[in-house]
């Protein structure tokens, strides 16, 4: 399975982030998603999460800024983060999500990453 | 929200054995997920659920996961290990789903 983000790399203070996520060699109806970003020289944050059912939610610290949509017939996923400001400056990355023997989640399979950078 | 505690910084000679600790309340009750990160690059999944490794991933690496301290173990140190690692939970709770703050490995 392959991962691409794309989207601008260049946002405005107080706009809207718009990231779409291609997933090739898997249907994405198969697994989970997430978005997880990297400020510059600084450790991982998840941001919004998105099941095979459909089902999403979000990093609580974002205060609800998050969605996180998916589109079956086009095999990617969405991240749209509002009010952003220059703290949401990152290196942007989508990844798989696998089920763990918990029940729960890890990442197997990252795209390479998008840097967006708020400036005005 | 829940906390997962890493040292900044680890060193080891060429050929020894690294150890990186991921500290959390209770960690020995989840499963712990371990990745590699080198500069430039995205992270690398290199230890899932606390001691199994992925296909491609060298035996010298392994997991262990006991009360409230997860470690990742890397024998045989090589050049190629020098990187940031980072362990990663996640819970019911969306303020349990969590990455550590990463460690970076410095091979001497």
């Known amino acids: 399975v392959q991962l691409q983000e794309s989207g601008p790399g260049l946002v405005k203070p107080s706009e809207t982030l718009s990231l779409t996520c291609t997933v090739s060699?898997?249907?994405?109806?198969?697994?989970?998603w997430i978005w997880i970003r990297q400020p510059p020289w600084k450790g991982l944050e998840w941001i919004g999460f998105?099941?095979?059912?459909?089902?999403?939610n979000h990093n609580p610290s974002l205060k609800s800024r998050v969605t996180t949509l998916a589109d079956t017939s086009k095999n990617q996923f969405f991240l749209k983060l509002t009010s952003v400001t220059a703290a949401d400056t990152a290196l942007y990355y989508c990844?798989?999500?696998?089920?763990?023997?918990?029940?729960?989640?890890?990442?197997?399979?990252w795209g390479q990453g998008i840097l967006v950078t708020v400036s005005s | 929200s829940y906390v997962l505690t890493q040292p900044p910084s680890v060193s080891v000679a060429p050929g020894q054995t690294a150890r990186i600790t991921c500290e959390g309340n209770d960690i020995g009750i989840k499963s712990v997920h371990w990745y590699q990160q080198k500069p430039g690059q995205a992270p690398l999944l290199v230890v899932f659920d606390d001691t199994d490794r992925p296909s491609g991933i060298p035996e010298r690496f392994s997991g262990s996961n006991s009360v409230n301290t997860a470690t990742l173990t890397i024998s045989r140190v090589e050049a190629g290990d020098e990187a940031d690692y980072y362990c990663?939970?996640?819970?019911?709770?969306?303020?349990?789903?969590?990455f550590g703050g990463g460690t970076k490995l410095t091979v001497l």
């Open positions: 990844a798989r999500a696998r089920r763990d023997s918990s029940g729960y989640y890890y990442f197997d399979n």
């Open positions: 998105i099941s095979n059912s459909g089902s999403a």
């Open positions: 990663q939970v996640w819970y019911s709770r969306s303020d349990h789903r969590v």
């Open positions: 060699g898997d249907s994405i109806s198969s697994y989970s």
